[in-house]
Protein backbone atom coordinates (compact mmCIF):
# COMPACT_ATOMS: atom_id res chain seq x y z
CA UNK A 1 0.00 0.00 0.00
CA UNK A 2 1.22 3.86 -0.84
CA UNK A 3 3.17 5.24 2.16
CA UNK A 4 0.49 8.12 2.44
CA UNK A 5 -2.45 6.44 1.83
CA UNK A 6 -1.18 3.92 4.87
CA UNK A 7 -0.70 7.31 6.84
CA UNK A 8 -3.68 8.63 6.24
CA UNK A 9 -5.58 5.54 7.07
CA UNK A 10 -3.27 5.54 10.52
CA UNK A 11 -4.75 9.06 11.02
CA UNK A 12 -8.10 8.32 10.50
CA UNK A 13 -7.60 5.36 12.90
CA UNK A 14 -6.27 6.73 15.90
CA UNK A 15 -8.94 9.83 15.44
CA UNK A 16 -11.41 7.47 15.36
CA UNK A 17 -10.01 5.51 18.62
CA UNK A 18 -8.66 8.43 20.62
CA UNK A 19 -11.96 11.08 19.97
CA UNK A 20 -14.65 10.15 18.23
CA UNK A 21 -17.85 8.65 20.38
CA UNK A 22 -18.95 5.43 18.36
CA UNK A 23 -21.08 6.16 15.41
CA UNK A 24 -23.55 3.07 16.10
CA UNK A 25 -26.19 4.62 18.70
CA UNK A 26 -24.76 3.20 21.59
CA UNK A 27 -28.36 2.81 23.16
CA UNK A 28 -29.99 0.92 20.14
CA UNK A 29 -32.72 -1.04 21.81
CA UNK A 30 -32.24 -4.95 21.46
CA UNK A 31 -33.77 -6.87 17.89
CA UNK A 32 -36.92 -8.53 18.39
CA UNK A 33 -36.33 -12.25 18.45
CA UNK A 34 -38.56 -15.06 17.15
CA UNK A 35 -38.06 -19.04 16.99
CA UNK A 36 -40.65 -19.25 13.81
CA UNK A 37 -41.34 -16.41 11.74
CA UNK A 38 -40.34 -12.20 12.01
CA UNK A 39 -42.47 -9.74 10.70
CA UNK A 40 -40.99 -6.04 10.54
CA UNK A 41 -43.33 -3.01 9.49
CA UNK A 42 -43.76 0.61 9.66
CA UNK A 43 -46.88 0.48 11.59
CA UNK A 44 -47.48 -1.84 14.59
CA UNK A 45 -50.91 -2.87 14.01
CA UNK A 46 -49.74 -4.28 10.63
CA UNK A 47 -46.74 -6.08 11.72
CA UNK A 48 -49.40 -7.90 14.26
CA UNK A 49 -51.62 -8.76 11.07
CA UNK A 50 -48.46 -10.33 9.46
CA UNK A 51 -47.50 -12.58 12.59
CA UNK A 52 -51.51 -13.23 12.77
CA UNK A 53 -51.12 -14.62 9.07
CA UNK A 54 -48.17 -16.94 9.61
CA UNK A 55 -50.00 -18.35 13.37
CA UNK A 56 -52.86 -19.19 11.16
CA UNK A 57 -50.49 -21.16 8.81
CA UNK A 58 -49.86 -18.79 6.42
CA UNK A 59 -46.41 -18.46 4.60
CA UNK A 60 -44.22 -15.48 4.22
CA UNK A 61 -45.93 -14.72 0.89
CA UNK A 62 -49.57 -14.57 2.96
CA UNK A 63 -48.41 -12.40 5.70
CA UNK A 64 -46.57 -9.93 2.78
CA UNK A 65 -50.07 -9.60 1.14
CA UNK A 66 -52.23 -9.14 4.02
CA UNK A 67 -49.63 -6.60 5.77
CA UNK A 68 -49.37 -4.81 2.04
CA UNK A 69 -53.50 -4.62 2.67
CA UNK A 70 -53.42 -3.91 6.14
CA UNK A 71 -50.53 -0.64 5.70
CA UNK A 72 -53.33 0.99 3.11
CA UNK A 73 -55.74 1.84 5.52
CA UNK A 74 -53.29 1.77 8.89
CA UNK A 75 -50.25 3.77 7.18
CA UNK A 76 -52.08 5.86 4.69
CA UNK A 77 -48.92 8.10 4.13
CA UNK A 78 -47.54 5.23 2.40
CA UNK A 79 -49.64 1.97 2.11
CA UNK A 80 -52.03 2.01 0.00
CA UNK A 81 -53.75 0.45 -3.06
CA UNK A 82 -53.40 3.63 -4.44
CA UNK A 83 -49.57 3.29 -5.49
CA UNK A 84 -47.53 0.25 -6.81
CA UNK A 85 -44.22 -1.26 -5.24
CA UNK A 86 -41.65 -4.71 -5.71
CA UNK A 87 -41.78 -7.77 -3.78
CA UNK A 88 -38.51 -9.72 -3.42
CA UNK A 89 -39.15 -13.49 -2.72
CA UNK A 90 -36.40 -16.26 -1.87
CA UNK A 91 -37.72 -19.37 -1.40
CA UNK A 92 -37.50 -21.97 1.45
CA UNK A 93 -35.17 -24.01 -1.62
CA UNK A 94 -33.16 -21.40 -2.12
CA UNK A 95 -35.05 -20.11 -5.56
CA UNK A 96 -35.90 -16.35 -5.64
CA UNK A 97 -38.33 -14.07 -7.59
CA UNK A 98 -38.92 -10.28 -8.16
CA UNK A 99 -42.37 -9.19 -8.88
CA UNK A 100 -42.76 -5.55 -10.55
CA UNK A 101 -46.07 -4.13 -9.47
CA UNK A 102 -45.46 -0.61 -10.13
CA UNK A 103 -47.50 2.29 -12.11
CA UNK A 104 -47.29 2.25 -15.49
CA UNK A 105 -47.76 5.70 -17.35
CA UNK A 106 -50.91 6.43 -18.60
CA UNK A 107 -51.83 6.06 -22.24
CA UNK A 108 -52.46 9.35 -23.03
CA UNK A 109 -48.54 9.83 -21.26
CA UNK A 110 -46.06 11.83 -23.44
CA UNK A 111 -42.67 12.77 -22.98
CA UNK A 112 -43.31 16.91 -22.36
CA UNK A 113 -46.28 16.75 -20.69
CA UNK A 114 -44.77 18.91 -17.64
CA UNK A 115 -43.87 21.26 -19.67
CA UNK A 116 -45.14 24.48 -20.24
CA UNK A 117 -44.70 25.96 -23.97
CA UNK A 118 -41.34 27.49 -23.28
CA UNK A 119 -39.97 23.85 -22.65
CA UNK A 120 -40.07 24.48 -18.98
CA UNK A 121 -41.53 21.77 -16.00
CA UNK A 122 -44.51 23.19 -14.72
CA UNK A 123 -44.14 23.65 -10.51
CA UNK A 124 -45.97 21.33 -9.11
CA UNK A 125 -47.81 19.15 -12.14
CA UNK A 126 -45.68 16.20 -11.45
CA UNK A 127 -46.76 15.84 -7.92
CA UNK A 128 -49.88 17.64 -7.27
CA UNK A 129 -53.23 16.56 -8.43
CA UNK A 130 -54.78 13.68 -11.00
CA UNK A 131 -51.55 14.51 -13.93
CA UNK A 132 -49.20 13.01 -11.57
CA UNK A 133 -51.40 9.84 -11.17
CA UNK A 134 -49.66 6.42 -13.04
CA UNK A 135 -51.43 3.73 -12.91
CA UNK A 136 -51.44 1.62 -9.72
CA UNK A 137 -50.08 -2.00 -9.52
CA UNK A 138 -50.56 -2.52 -5.87
CA UNK A 139 -53.75 -4.74 -6.09
CA UNK A 140 -52.91 -6.42 -8.97
CA UNK A 141 -49.43 -6.96 -7.44
CA UNK A 142 -50.82 -8.22 -4.00
CA UNK A 143 -52.94 -10.66 -5.95
CA UNK A 144 -50.85 -12.54 -8.17
CA UNK A 145 -48.61 -12.91 -5.14
CA UNK A 146 -51.20 -14.40 -3.24
CA UNK A 147 -52.57 -16.68 -6.23
CA UNK A 148 -49.10 -17.67 -7.06
CA UNK A 149 -46.87 -18.18 -3.62
CA UNK A 150 -49.94 -18.11 -1.30
CA UNK A 151 -51.82 -20.47 0.53
CA UNK A 152 -54.54 -19.13 2.50
CA UNK A 153 -57.46 -17.16 0.82
CA UNK A 154 -57.96 -14.14 -0.44
CA UNK A 155 -60.86 -13.22 1.94
CA UNK A 156 -58.66 -14.21 4.98
CA UNK A 157 -55.99 -12.14 4.01
CA UNK A 158 -58.13 -9.05 3.53
CA UNK A 159 -60.13 -9.07 6.50
CA UNK A 160 -57.80 -7.33 8.97
CA UNK A 161 -57.49 -4.34 6.20
CA UNK A 162 -61.47 -4.32 6.05
CA UNK A 163 -61.99 -4.46 10.03
CA UNK A 164 -59.33 -1.54 10.63
CA UNK A 165 -60.81 0.41 7.67
CA UNK A 166 -64.57 -0.20 9.27
CA UNK A 167 -64.08 -0.34 12.63
CA UNK A 168 -61.14 1.99 12.69
CA UNK A 169 -58.04 1.98 15.00
CA UNK A 170 -57.01 4.26 17.99
CA UNK A 171 -53.82 6.50 16.58
CA UNK A 172 -50.86 6.56 18.70
CA UNK A 173 -48.14 9.29 18.21
CA UNK A 174 -46.29 8.21 15.43
CA UNK A 175 -49.95 7.96 13.24
CA UNK A 176 -51.02 11.03 14.47
CA UNK A 177 -47.59 12.88 13.79
CA UNK A 178 -47.70 11.43 10.40
CA UNK A 179 -51.52 12.95 9.84
CA UNK A 180 -50.91 15.94 11.18
CA UNK A 181 -47.28 16.09 8.77
CA UNK A 182 -49.52 15.89 5.57
CA UNK A 183 -52.60 18.00 6.73
CA UNK A 184 -52.16 21.10 4.44
CA UNK A 185 -51.65 19.34 1.34
CA UNK A 186 -54.84 16.36 2.47
CA UNK A 187 -56.64 19.68 2.82
CA UNK A 188 -56.79 20.84 -0.40
CA UNK A 189 -58.71 18.02 -2.17
CA UNK A 190 -62.64 17.86 -0.51
CA UNK A 191 -62.82 14.08 -0.75
CA UNK A 192 -59.15 13.28 0.84
CA UNK A 193 -59.94 16.16 3.13
CA UNK A 194 -63.22 14.71 4.20
CA UNK A 195 -61.71 11.10 5.64
CA UNK A 196 -58.26 12.43 6.77
CA UNK A 197 -59.04 15.36 8.52
CA UNK A 198 -61.62 16.57 11.13
CA UNK A 199 -65.13 18.27 10.48
CA UNK A 200 -63.36 21.17 12.27
CA UNK A 201 -60.18 20.31 9.42
CA UNK A 202 -57.92 19.54 11.83
CA UNK A 203 -56.10 16.63 11.78
CA UNK A 204 -56.85 13.52 14.62
CA UNK A 205 -55.04 14.14 17.16
CA UNK A 206 -53.74 10.88 19.41
CA UNK A 207 -55.59 8.31 21.27
CA UNK A 208 -58.96 9.46 18.33
CA UNK A 209 -59.94 6.62 15.91
CA UNK A 210 -59.75 7.16 12.33
CA UNK A 211 -62.32 5.61 10.23
CA UNK A 212 -62.50 5.30 6.61
CA UNK A 213 -65.79 3.33 5.74
CA UNK A 214 -65.16 4.04 1.50
CA UNK A 215 -61.91 2.86 1.74
CA UNK A 216 -63.67 -0.73 3.52
CA UNK A 217 -66.05 -1.12 1.14
CA UNK A 218 -63.59 -0.62 -1.73
CA UNK A 219 -61.34 -3.56 0.16
CA UNK A 220 -64.57 -5.66 0.44
CA UNK A 221 -65.09 -5.25 -3.43
CA UNK A 222 -61.72 -7.12 -3.73
CA UNK A 223 -62.02 -9.05 -1.05
CA UNK A 224 -65.52 -10.37 -3.08
CA UNK A 225 -64.40 -10.32 -6.42
CA UNK A 226 -60.45 -10.55 -6.77
CA UNK A 227 -58.62 -7.44 -8.95
CA UNK A 228 -60.85 -7.30 -11.22
CA UNK A 229 -63.02 -4.74 -8.61
CA UNK A 230 -60.47 -2.91 -8.90
CA UNK A 231 -59.30 -2.61 -12.35
CA UNK A 232 -62.74 -3.50 -14.17
CA UNK A 233 -65.46 -2.42 -11.80
CA UNK A 234 -66.62 0.65 -9.79
CA UNK A 235 -63.31 1.81 -8.61
CA UNK A 236 -61.58 2.43 -11.76
CA UNK A 237 -64.88 4.02 -12.87
CA UNK A 238 -64.54 6.55 -10.03
CA UNK A 239 -61.40 7.42 -10.17
CA UNK A 240 -61.22 7.38 -14.16
CA UNK A 241 -64.20 10.25 -13.75
CA UNK A 242 -62.49 12.10 -10.91
CA UNK A 243 -58.98 12.30 -13.14
CA UNK A 244 -61.30 13.67 -15.93
CA UNK A 245 -63.10 16.34 -14.59
CA UNK A 246 -59.76 17.52 -12.53
CA UNK A 247 -57.21 17.38 -14.99
CA UNK A 248 -55.80 14.20 -15.55
CA UNK A 249 -55.40 11.67 -18.27
CA UNK A 250 -56.24 8.01 -16.63
CA UNK A 251 -58.53 6.52 -18.74
CA UNK A 252 -60.93 2.82 -18.47
CA UNK A 253 -57.96 1.48 -20.74
CA UNK A 254 -55.55 2.27 -18.81
CA UNK A 255 -56.52 0.53 -15.77
CA UNK A 256 -57.85 -3.05 -17.90
CA UNK A 257 -54.49 -3.32 -19.27
CA UNK A 258 -52.68 -3.14 -15.99
CA UNK A 259 -49.89 -6.41 -16.01
CA UNK A 260 -47.94 -7.23 -13.22
CA UNK A 261 -44.12 -8.36 -14.27
CA UNK A 262 -42.52 -11.27 -12.86
CA UNK A 263 -38.71 -10.23 -13.18
CA UNK A 264 -35.51 -12.38 -12.64
CA UNK A 265 -34.10 -10.36 -9.69
CA UNK A 266 -30.91 -8.02 -9.33
CA UNK A 267 -27.85 -10.33 -8.05
CA UNK A 268 -24.50 -10.50 -7.15
CA UNK A 269 -22.28 -11.77 -4.54
CA UNK A 270 -20.19 -9.49 -1.51
CA UNK A 271 -17.52 -11.16 0.17
CA UNK A 272 -19.31 -14.66 0.25
CA UNK A 273 -22.70 -13.41 0.33
CA UNK A 274 -25.23 -13.38 -1.96
CA UNK A 275 -27.40 -10.35 -2.76
CA UNK A 276 -30.94 -10.68 -4.19
CA UNK A 277 -32.47 -7.53 -5.48
CA UNK A 278 -34.07 -5.36 -7.39
CA UNK A 279 -34.19 -5.22 -11.52
CA UNK A 280 -35.11 -2.41 -13.54
CA UNK A 281 -37.35 -1.01 -13.61
CA UNK A 282 -35.79 -0.26 -10.53
CA UNK A 283 -32.39 0.92 -9.85
CA UNK A 284 -31.89 -0.08 -6.22
CA UNK A 285 -30.65 -3.62 -6.27
CA UNK A 286 -28.01 -3.12 -9.96
CA UNK A 287 -26.87 0.07 -7.77
CA UNK A 288 -26.24 -1.34 -4.54
CA UNK A 289 -24.17 -4.18 -6.17
CA UNK A 290 -22.13 -1.59 -8.46
CA UNK A 291 -21.14 0.25 -5.19
CA UNK A 292 -20.98 -2.99 -3.35
CA UNK A 293 -18.09 -4.66 -5.96
CA UNK A 294 -16.55 -1.44 -5.65
CA UNK A 295 -15.74 -1.54 -2.33
CA UNK A 296 -14.87 -4.98 -1.91
CA UNK A 297 -11.53 -4.37 -2.26
CA UNK A 298 -11.54 -2.00 0.21
CA UNK A 299 -11.05 -3.40 4.07
CA UNK A 300 -14.00 -1.38 5.31
CA UNK A 301 -13.56 -3.45 8.47
CA UNK A 302 -10.19 -2.26 9.35
CA UNK A 303 -10.57 1.06 8.19
CA UNK A 304 -13.51 1.40 10.50
CA UNK A 305 -17.25 2.95 10.81
CA UNK A 306 -17.37 6.03 10.13
CA UNK A 307 -13.91 7.22 9.52
CA UNK A 308 -12.90 9.62 6.81
CA UNK A 309 -11.09 6.20 4.85
CA UNK A 310 -14.46 4.65 4.63
CA UNK A 311 -16.83 7.60 3.88
CA UNK A 312 -14.36 8.50 0.93
CA UNK A 313 -14.37 5.38 -0.52
CA UNK A 314 -18.06 5.16 0.18
CA UNK A 315 -18.87 8.25 -1.68
CA UNK A 316 -16.64 7.94 -4.53
CA UNK A 317 -18.42 4.32 -5.16
CA UNK A 318 -21.96 6.01 -4.54
CA UNK A 319 -20.90 8.75 -7.39
CA UNK A 320 -19.85 6.59 -9.54
CA UNK A 321 -22.77 4.34 -9.67
CA UNK A 322 -25.44 7.16 -9.38
CA UNK A 323 -23.96 8.73 -12.85
CA UNK A 324 -25.02 4.99 -14.03
CA UNK A 325 -28.43 5.19 -12.24
CA UNK A 326 -29.68 8.66 -13.61
CA UNK A 327 -28.14 7.71 -17.30
CA UNK A 328 -28.35 4.62 -18.34
CA UNK A 329 -31.23 2.67 -16.51
CA UNK A 330 -35.05 2.65 -17.08
CA UNK A 331 -37.97 0.31 -17.99
CA UNK A 332 -36.43 -2.64 -19.31
CA UNK A 333 -39.71 -2.83 -21.76
CA UNK A 334 -38.24 0.23 -23.38
CA UNK A 335 -34.37 0.34 -23.14
CA UNK A 336 -31.90 -2.13 -22.86
CA UNK A 337 -30.36 -2.37 -19.60
CA UNK A 338 -26.74 -2.11 -19.22
CA UNK A 339 -27.30 -4.62 -16.07
CA UNK A 340 -24.51 -6.83 -16.90
CA UNK A 341 -21.83 -3.96 -17.66
CA UNK A 342 -22.89 -2.30 -14.07
CA UNK A 343 -22.68 -5.72 -12.44
CA UNK A 344 -19.35 -6.48 -13.85
CA UNK A 345 -16.44 -7.12 -11.41
CA UNK A 346 -13.79 -5.83 -13.97
CA UNK A 347 -16.32 -2.67 -13.89
CA UNK A 348 -15.58 -2.03 -10.94
CA UNK A 349 -12.16 -2.09 -10.91
CA UNK A 350 -12.04 0.37 -13.55
CA UNK A 351 -14.11 2.40 -11.37
CA UNK A 352 -11.99 2.04 -8.21
CA UNK A 353 -9.23 3.15 -10.86
CA UNK A 354 -10.43 6.08 -11.08
CA UNK A 355 -11.10 6.74 -7.69
CA UNK A 356 -7.88 9.37 -5.97
CA UNK A 357 -7.22 7.77 -2.89
CA UNK A 358 -6.42 11.34 -1.15
CA UNK A 359 -8.90 13.93 -2.87
CA UNK A 360 -12.69 14.08 -3.38
CA UNK A 361 -14.01 13.17 -7.36
CA UNK A 362 -15.94 15.85 -8.62
CA UNK A 363 -19.33 15.55 -10.53
CA UNK A 364 -19.23 17.67 -12.84
CA UNK A 365 -16.39 15.46 -14.44
CA UNK A 366 -18.15 12.56 -14.52
CA UNK A 367 -21.24 13.87 -16.91
CA UNK A 368 -22.24 11.27 -19.22
CA UNK A 369 -22.87 11.79 -23.12
CA UNK A 370 -25.86 13.56 -24.54
CA UNK A 371 -27.18 14.25 -21.00
CA UNK A 372 -28.77 17.55 -20.99
CA UNK A 373 -37.61 12.44 0.32
CA UNK A 374 -40.67 14.20 1.82
CA UNK A 375 -39.62 10.70 1.01
CA UNK A 376 -42.74 8.29 1.82
CA UNK A 377 -42.60 4.80 0.73
CA UNK A 378 -42.80 2.00 3.08
CA UNK A 379 -40.75 -1.13 3.64
CA UNK A 380 -41.59 -4.40 4.98
CA UNK A 381 -39.51 -7.59 6.11
CA UNK A 382 -41.42 -10.73 6.76
CA UNK A 383 -39.55 -14.87 7.31
CA UNK A 384 -41.77 -17.50 8.01
CA UNK A 385 -41.16 -20.61 9.64
CA UNK A 386 -39.75 -22.72 6.79
CA UNK A 387 -37.61 -19.74 5.86
CA UNK A 388 -39.26 -18.19 2.92
CA UNK A 389 -38.27 -14.59 2.97
CA UNK A 390 -39.83 -11.90 1.42
CA UNK A 391 -39.26 -7.88 1.02
CA UNK A 392 -41.80 -5.38 -0.45
CA UNK A 393 -41.07 -2.07 -0.51
CA UNK A 394 -43.91 -0.19 -2.08
CA UNK A 395 -44.94 3.69 -2.38
CA UNK A 396 -47.44 6.54 -2.93
CA UNK A 397 -43.98 8.59 -3.89
CA UNK A 398 -44.79 11.06 -1.79
CA UNK A 399 -46.19 11.76 1.30
CA UNK A 400 -50.07 10.83 0.60
CA UNK A 401 -49.12 10.51 -2.72
CA UNK A 402 -50.75 12.86 -4.87
CA UNK A 403 -52.82 13.55 -2.09
CA UNK A 404 -55.88 13.30 -4.02
CA UNK A 405 -59.40 10.70 -3.52
CA UNK A 406 -61.67 10.05 -6.34
CA UNK A 407 -64.74 10.58 -4.03
CA UNK A 408 -66.35 7.19 -2.94
CA UNK A 409 -63.06 5.21 -3.35
CA UNK A 410 -61.48 6.28 -0.05
CA UNK A 411 -57.96 5.06 -2.32
CA UNK A 412 -55.59 7.79 -2.13
CA UNK A 413 -53.68 8.13 -5.10
CA UNK A 414 -49.67 8.15 -6.03
CA UNK A 415 -47.80 11.27 -7.69
CA UNK A 416 -45.02 8.48 -9.20
CA UNK A 417 -44.74 10.06 -12.46
CA UNK A 418 -42.45 12.20 -10.75
CA UNK A 419 -40.10 9.76 -10.75
CA UNK A 420 -39.67 10.29 -14.47
CA UNK A 421 -37.53 12.91 -16.15
CA UNK A 422 -39.53 15.16 -16.93
CA UNK A 423 -36.66 17.17 -18.72
CA UNK A 424 -33.43 15.83 -19.07
CA UNK A 425 -31.09 17.44 -16.46
CA UNK A 426 -33.56 19.27 -14.24
CA UNK A 427 -33.96 17.49 -10.80
CA UNK A 428 -37.21 15.88 -9.81
CA UNK A 429 -38.67 15.49 -6.06
CA UNK A 430 -35.33 13.89 -4.47
CA UNK A 431 -32.73 15.82 -6.65
CA UNK A 432 -32.18 13.02 -8.91
CA UNK A 433 -31.22 15.23 -12.51
CA UNK A 434 -31.56 11.83 -14.96
CA UNK A 435 -31.77 11.43 -18.61
CA UNK A 436 -33.46 9.79 -21.66
CA UNK A 437 -33.19 6.60 -20.61
CA UNK A 438 -36.40 7.04 -18.37
CA UNK A 439 -38.12 9.54 -20.30
CA UNK A 440 -42.17 9.44 -20.14
CA UNK A 441 -43.73 7.11 -22.25
CA UNK A 442 -47.00 5.74 -22.51
CA UNK A 443 -47.36 2.49 -20.72
CA UNK A 444 -43.72 2.99 -19.39
CA UNK A 445 -42.78 2.39 -15.81
CA UNK A 446 -40.54 5.53 -14.34
CA UNK A 447 -37.52 4.29 -12.64
CA UNK A 448 -37.40 3.39 -9.01
CA UNK A 449 -34.76 3.59 -6.06
CA UNK A 450 -36.75 1.14 -4.04
CA UNK A 451 -34.52 -2.03 -2.99
CA UNK A 452 -36.65 -4.53 -1.09
CA UNK A 453 -33.19 -7.16 -0.57
CA UNK A 454 -32.83 -10.54 0.65
CA UNK A 455 -29.17 -11.55 1.50
CA UNK A 456 -28.45 -15.62 1.52
CA UNK A 457 -25.33 -17.13 2.71
CA UNK A 458 -23.91 -20.93 2.21
CA UNK A 459 -27.71 -21.49 0.73
CA UNK A 460 -29.69 -20.13 3.89
CA UNK A 461 -31.42 -16.72 4.20
CA UNK A 462 -28.88 -14.39 5.64
CA UNK A 463 -30.80 -10.67 5.86
CA UNK A 464 -34.06 -9.10 4.60
CA UNK A 465 -33.79 -5.46 4.45
CA UNK A 466 -34.86 -2.54 2.32
CA UNK A 467 -36.31 1.00 3.63
CA UNK A 468 -38.23 4.14 2.21
CA UNK A 469 -36.08 7.71 1.56
CA UNK A 470 -36.69 8.07 -2.36
CA UNK A 471 -33.40 8.58 -4.21
CA UNK A 472 -31.52 7.40 -1.15
CA UNK A 473 -33.18 3.83 -0.17
CA UNK A 474 -30.27 2.18 -1.93
CA UNK A 475 -27.72 4.01 0.23
CA UNK A 476 -29.82 3.02 3.03
CA UNK A 477 -30.06 -0.25 2.39
CA UNK A 478 -26.21 -0.46 1.38
CA UNK A 479 -25.32 0.63 5.00
CA UNK A 480 -27.11 -1.76 7.09
CA UNK A 481 -25.59 -4.08 4.77
CA UNK A 482 -21.99 -3.18 5.45
CA UNK A 483 -22.72 -2.51 8.92
CA UNK A 484 -23.96 -5.86 9.39
CA UNK A 485 -21.12 -7.42 7.27
CA UNK A 486 -18.24 -5.36 7.53
CA UNK A 487 -18.25 -3.51 10.89
CA UNK A 488 -20.01 -6.01 12.82
CA UNK A 489 -22.90 -4.24 14.16
CA UNK A 490 -26.41 -5.96 15.00
CA UNK A 491 -29.15 -5.57 13.18
CA UNK A 492 -31.13 -2.83 15.10
CA UNK A 493 -27.48 -1.30 15.37
CA UNK A 494 -27.15 -1.56 11.22
CA UNK A 495 -30.77 -0.01 11.19
CA UNK A 496 -29.79 2.95 13.71
CA UNK A 497 -26.12 4.10 12.75
CA UNK A 498 -26.04 7.73 11.43
CA UNK A 499 -25.98 7.61 7.24
CA UNK A 500 -24.33 9.38 4.65
CA UNK A 501 -25.48 9.61 1.02
CA UNK A 502 -23.93 11.10 -2.14
CA UNK A 503 -26.17 10.22 -5.38
CA UNK A 504 -23.44 12.51 -8.46
CA UNK A 505 -25.36 15.48 -8.47
CA UNK A 506 -25.62 18.12 -6.38
CA UNK A 507 -21.98 17.15 -5.74
CA UNK A 508 -22.77 17.33 -1.68
CA UNK A 509 -22.21 14.59 0.67
CA UNK A 510 -25.40 14.34 3.10
CA UNK A 511 -24.99 13.77 6.73
CA UNK A 512 -27.38 13.02 9.76
CA UNK A 513 -26.82 14.91 12.32
CA UNK A 514 -24.29 14.03 14.55
CA UNK A 515 -23.46 11.18 11.75
CA UNK A 516 -19.66 11.99 12.01
CA UNK A 517 -17.27 13.58 14.49
CA UNK A 518 -15.73 16.98 13.48
CA UNK A 519 -12.45 15.77 13.36
CA UNK A 520 -14.02 13.38 10.34
CA UNK A 521 -15.57 16.03 9.16
CA UNK A 522 -12.30 18.08 9.04
CA UNK A 523 -10.60 15.58 7.52
CA UNK A 524 -13.11 14.86 4.40
CA UNK A 525 -13.36 19.07 4.17
CA UNK A 526 -9.16 18.72 3.61
CA UNK A 527 -10.19 16.08 0.78
CA UNK A 528 -12.38 18.54 -0.72
CA UNK A 529 -15.58 17.06 -0.08
CA UNK A 530 -18.73 19.50 0.45
CA UNK A 531 -20.74 18.45 3.58
CA UNK A 532 -23.93 19.40 3.90
CA UNK A 533 -24.78 18.73 7.96
CA UNK A 534 -28.18 20.61 8.30
CA UNK A 535 -29.98 17.40 6.39
CA UNK A 536 -32.46 15.55 9.08
CA UNK A 537 -32.64 11.93 9.51
CA UNK A 538 -33.97 9.88 7.20
CA UNK A 539 -34.98 6.49 5.95
CA UNK A 540 -36.64 3.89 7.94
CA UNK A 541 -35.60 0.39 7.49
CA UNK A 542 -36.89 -2.26 8.44
CA UNK A 543 -34.42 -5.71 8.85
CA UNK A 544 -33.97 -9.26 9.74
CA UNK A 545 -30.82 -10.87 10.31
CA UNK A 546 -30.88 -14.99 10.57
CA UNK A 547 -29.39 -16.97 13.13
CA UNK A 548 -28.48 -13.93 15.53
CA UNK A 549 -28.57 -10.59 16.02
CA UNK A 550 -25.02 -10.06 14.70
CA UNK A 551 -21.97 -12.00 12.79
CA UNK A 552 -20.17 -12.25 16.10
CA UNK A 553 -23.44 -14.17 17.78
CA UNK A 554 -23.99 -15.97 14.13
CA UNK A 555 -20.53 -17.34 14.14
CA UNK A 556 -20.69 -17.89 18.39
CA UNK A 557 -24.06 -19.83 18.06
CA UNK A 558 -26.84 -19.93 20.54
CA UNK A 559 -28.65 -16.54 19.23
CA UNK A 560 -32.24 -16.31 18.54
CA UNK A 561 -33.71 -18.17 14.77
CA UNK A 562 -34.53 -14.35 14.06
CA UNK A 563 -33.80 -11.12 14.61
CA UNK A 564 -35.94 -8.24 13.78
CA UNK A 565 -35.21 -4.24 13.84
CA UNK A 566 -37.17 -1.46 13.27
CA UNK A 567 -35.41 1.23 12.21
CA UNK A 568 -35.81 3.74 15.25
CA UNK A 569 -36.36 7.00 13.46
CA UNK A 570 -39.62 4.69 12.34
CA UNK A 571 -42.49 6.27 14.98
CA UNK A 572 -45.20 4.05 14.26
CA UNK A 573 -43.20 0.48 13.47
CA UNK A 574 -42.57 -2.35 15.10
CA UNK A 575 -40.88 -5.95 14.97
CA UNK A 576 -42.62 -8.78 15.98
CA UNK A 577 -41.17 -12.29 16.12
CA UNK A 578 -42.93 -15.31 17.85
N1 LIG B 1 -40.88 6.77 -5.55
C1 LIG B 1 -39.62 6.45 -5.06
C2 LIG B 1 -38.97 5.37 -5.82
O1 LIG B 1 -39.65 4.53 -6.39
O2 LIG B 1 -37.76 5.30 -5.88
Redesign the pocket.
Known amino acids: MHNTRRTLIAVSLSLTLTFVPFLAYAASPQPAKGEHGMVVTAQHLASEVGVEVLKQGGNAVDAAVAVGYALAVVYPTAGNIGGGGFMTIRFKDGRSTFLDFRERAPLAATKTMYLDKDGKPVKGASLDGYLAVGVPGSVAGFEMAREKYGTLSRQDLLAPAIRFAKEGFVLEQGDAASLQGGAERLARDPAAAAIFLKPDGKPYAVGERLVQPDLAASLAAISERGADAFYKGATADAIVKASGEKGGILARADFENYAVRELKPATCNYRGYEIISSPPP?SGGVIICEILNVLEFYPLSYLGAGSAETVHVMVEAMRHAYVDRNSALGDPGFIDNPVAKLLDKNYAREIREKIDPFRAGVSQELMPKGFGESNE?THFSIIDNDGNAVAVTY?L?GSFGAGVVAAGTGILLNN?MD?FTQKPGVPNL?GLVQGEANAIAPKKTPL???SPTILAKDGKPFMVIGSPG??R?ITITLEAIVNVVDHGMNIQEAIDAPRIHHQWLPDTVYIEPFGLSPDTEKLLTGMGYRLDLADTTWGQAAGILVGGKSLAEIEKGGGARYNGAIDSRAAAGKAIGY
Do not use: A
Request: glycine share 8%; proline share 0%; aromatic share 8%.
Open positions: STTNEDYSSMGSI
